[in-house]
């Protein structure tokens, strides 16, 4: 089992930043791919950005790419998603994910855990 706890979310204005950090307890972080997700009212569940066990970052979503950054710091078991440049449409709940035993995946079937999310709110 792996608990997974996110916080930093909150308010911000367009252009404004934020860095979500989600910190894993139980079962070995490392040997886990983890994951940013998000959801936007009314619509899918789509994945943001995805990282190897070891770091590398194998996915941005098209719609981030130059504004967000994944990184994972295993000695901590935590994972960041720093955020610039926000937009409006970066509304959403963010969740991280873990898939265990998989070096690196996009594939939301294969993170079999999920955090509670946490909500980013963008003005214009």
């Known amino acids: 089992q792996v608990q997974l706890a996110e916080s930093g979310g909150g308010w911000v204005q367009a252009g404004g930043s934020l860095r979500l950090s989600c910190t894993a307890s139980?079962?070995?972080?490392?040997?886990?791919?983890m994951g940013w997700f998000r959801q936007a009212p009314g619509k899918e569940r789509e994945i943001v950005a995805a990282t190897t066990w070891s770091g590398v970052v194998i996915y941005y979503i098209d719609s981030v790419k130059g504004r967000f950054t994944i990184s994972r710091d295993n000695a901590k078991n935590t994972v960041y998603l720093q955020m610039n440049s926000l937009k409006p449409e970066d509304t959403a709940v963010y969740y991280c994910?873990?898939?265990?035993?998989?070096?690196?995946?996009?594939?939301?079937?294969?993170?079999?855990?999920w955090g509670q999310g946490t909500q980013v709110t963008v003005s214009s």
């Open positions: 994910a873990a898939a265990p035993g998989v070096i690196a995946t996009t594939r939301a079937y294969e993170y079999a855990y």
């Open positions: 139980g079962r070995t972080f490392s040997r886990n791919a």
